[in-house]
């Protein structure tokens, strides 16, 4: 590999964005392959994709960036490729690769065609002002359907049919002349190496030996090992122990200039002083920050609680180190009840939300016990203060609330056609509002609809796949706030409220929701000495009740023949030791419970 200088005008950043199981990770494998970044011993599928998470699960879940090098009529390029995930709880991701490029790939399934995230992640390059080719992939499939699937790019996406290239990401099939389109068609960094030093911080990692490492992409300037730097956002400054790139293990280098994407190594033991979407530049410089990062809004909340008491510090730290590698949840320390003490998280998705209680678990090696999740309401009191909840305990019931608002989502479904009648039943169950119909084609049609957003982060997405075969894919985007007939459904244990376990849930399938949660409970806590009722309730007035039977024993096993009231006796004897047990009984909830009503299936 060569590493001799380049100029400004012979680097070339670009992403490859696509729907998910597209073909992004093995289109960057191809790549890596022909360049000879890496050599054919070294060699493994998903070779980006670093995580035992991202390789298990067949996704791509962290946005990583490597530095590539490519001869074109005798000159040789250098080229920085990021990839990026597919799924739309990841958009931040891809937004943030996106802001280190100035161009993107737009890869295309040729089986499949275009999905919801497809064009979804095109509009997101389209605002990013990038320059976009669309690819098609999967050529060497028998299914392929080119023709059809270039007509459907130009319909949705709007990019010209005759611009579309052609590749197999498995076979490596076209791809070295897609690399000659990228480097005639991307344009090359506009960053002076003379000017003052601005770059922009896109990711982070944590070290338990070298402390922060912060990857950047130096937008104008250049910075060399030694030179103080400081952080324009917390005003901290450094020395520069050590910077590099990726190609694509961590490989030092003593400079680099505007253009180019790498990692500095400066000593930060602290991760308060490292914000994503900062600016950094040289200590006594005087320049203004460059635009960042819009702040990631969080529509998903659950509490997570370390199953032992004792780990509630180990969370804490587990928390700011993920935090550093992924900005785009948020935390902050609650109390409760019946879990003791925790974190309230937000999330921007369903899978968000796994893939973090995952990472923690696995990387920071703590049991949690995580809260069913809920989405963010507005709250407007009769004195016209409003205000933002994102914890059902919090929700007031005493009367004072003139209304609640729930965030509600446009959602655009791609479905086979014979799939559209019940698309429709499920939205409409949902509390769905129709917008429109397109038809791609012969076969597929493109569905919108208006939808709460709470009735689309549970199960929506499974009962869509459900419902079309696998076939539908979907992308949805918050559009605001919409007032409802919302109530708080509390559930009781022994009579005494499980704050973790409460919800919030329309009014007109409270009752519904209630029962099923019940139903979990029953069958997951364990039988007592004395009777325990299960109630789920809106405000005072009981909608649902189950009851665990208390363990007895035969105590009139003895008595053979004789007068019965000597057995009604015995058994009014045990009757009332069970009433004095229950007064002082405490009833034990195990984790299973918790995970139970998470995973209550509405529409049984």
């Not at 931040?92 to 499949?112: F, H, I, K, T």
């Not at 099939?173 to 090359?188: A, M, N, S, W």
Request: aromatic residues 6%.
């Amino acid at each position: 590999m060569s590493t001799a200088k380049v100029s400004p005008a012979q680097i070339r950043n670009f992403c490859i964005i696509a729907h998910i199981d597209h073909g992004k990770s093995t289109l960057a494998d191809r790549i890596l392959e022909i360049t000879g970044t890496i050599s054919a011993r070294q060699m493994r599928d998903q070779l980006l994709d670093g995580m035992d998470l991202e390789r298990e699960r067949g996704i791509t879940i962290k946005a990583k960036a490597v530095e590539i090098h490519w001869q074109k009529d005798g000159v040789e390029y250098l080229i920085h490729l990021i990839d990026t995930p597919g799924h739309v709880d990841f958009s931040y991701e891809v937004s943030r690769a996106m802001a280190a490029c100035e161009g993107a790939l737009l890869l295309v399934d040729a089986a499949q065609g275009v999905e919801a995230q497809t064009a979804a992640n095109a509009y997101l390059a389209v605002e990013a002002d990038l320059e976009i080719i669309p690819v098609l992939n999967k050529l060497d499939l028998p299914t392929a359907r080119p023709d059809e699937v270039i007509a459907e790019i130009e319909h949705v996406i709007g990019l010209p049919g005759d611009e579309v290239m052609r590749c197999s990401a498995k076979t490596g099939e076209g791809v070295p002349t897609i690399l000659d389109r990228l480097i005639d068609r991307f344009p090359p960094p506009s960053g002076q190496p003379d000017a003052p030093l601005r770059a922009l911080i896109f990711d982070s990692h944590f070290d338990d030996y070298r402390g922060v490492i912060v990857y950047v992409r130096v937008v104008e300037g250049r910075i060399k090992k030694r030179d103080r730097i400081r952080m324009l956002g917390t005003n901290r400054a450094y020395e520069v122990l050590e910077l590099g790139k990726f190609r694509p293990e961590m490989a030092p280098t003593d400079e680099m200039i505007a253009g180019e994407v790498g990692y500095v190594i400066c000593n930060i033991k602290t991760i308060h002083d490292v914000k994503i979407g900062d600016t950094v530049a040289h200590a006594k410089s005087e320049v203004a920050a460059l635009p960042g990062y819009k702040e990631p809004v969080a529509y998903v909340y659950c509490g997570l609680y370390p199953a032992t008491a004792g780990d509630y510090e180990d969370l804490r730290h587990a928390l700011e180190r993920l935090h550093l590698n992924d900005a785009s949840f948020s935390f902050t320390p609650e109390t409760s009840d019946a879990l003791g003490f925790g974190f309230r998280a937000g999330f921007l998705g369903l899978l968000h939300m796994e893939i973090v209680q995952e990472r923690l678990e696995r990387e920071a090696g703590i049991d949690l016990v995580q809260t069913p999740p809920n989405v963010t309401y507005r709250l407007t009191h009769k004195d016209g203060r409003v205000e933002m909840i994102d914890n059902p305990s919090k929700l007031p019931t005493d009367g004072r609330l003139a209304e609640i608002a729930e965030p509600v989502a446009d959602v655009g479904m791609i479905v086979p056609q014979t799939a559209i009648g019940g698309i429709m039943k499920l939205c409409e169950d949902r509390r769905g509002i129709y917008l429109r119909t397109e038809y791609l084609g012969p076969q597929r049609v493109l569905l919108q609809y208006r939808l709460p957003l709470s009735e689309i982060i549970f199960d929506f997405y499974d009962r869509l796949k459900s419902a079309t075969q696998g076939f539908g894919t979907m992308d949805y985007h918050v559009t605001g706030y919409e007032a409802a007939d919302l109530v708080k459904l509390r559930i009781l244990v022994n009579g005494t409220e499980v704050d973790a376990l409460s919800i919030i849930v329309h009014r007109t399938v409270a009752e519904r929701r209630g029962r099923q949660i019940l139903s979990k409970l029953k069958d997951e806590i364990p039988r007592h000495m004395f009777e325990v009722p299960l109630q789920a309730a809106i405000g005072a007035k009981v909608v649902a009740r189950e009851t665990i039977r208390a363990m007895r024993k035969n105590v009139t096993a003895k008595c053979y023949g004789g007068d019965i009231t000597r057995k009604r006796k015995l058994l009014e004897k045990q009757k009332e030791g069970k009433r004095r047990m229950k007064a002082v009984g405490n009833v034990e909830i195990p984790q299973e419970a918790f995970f139970a009503a998470l995973k209550v299936d509405r529409d049984r």
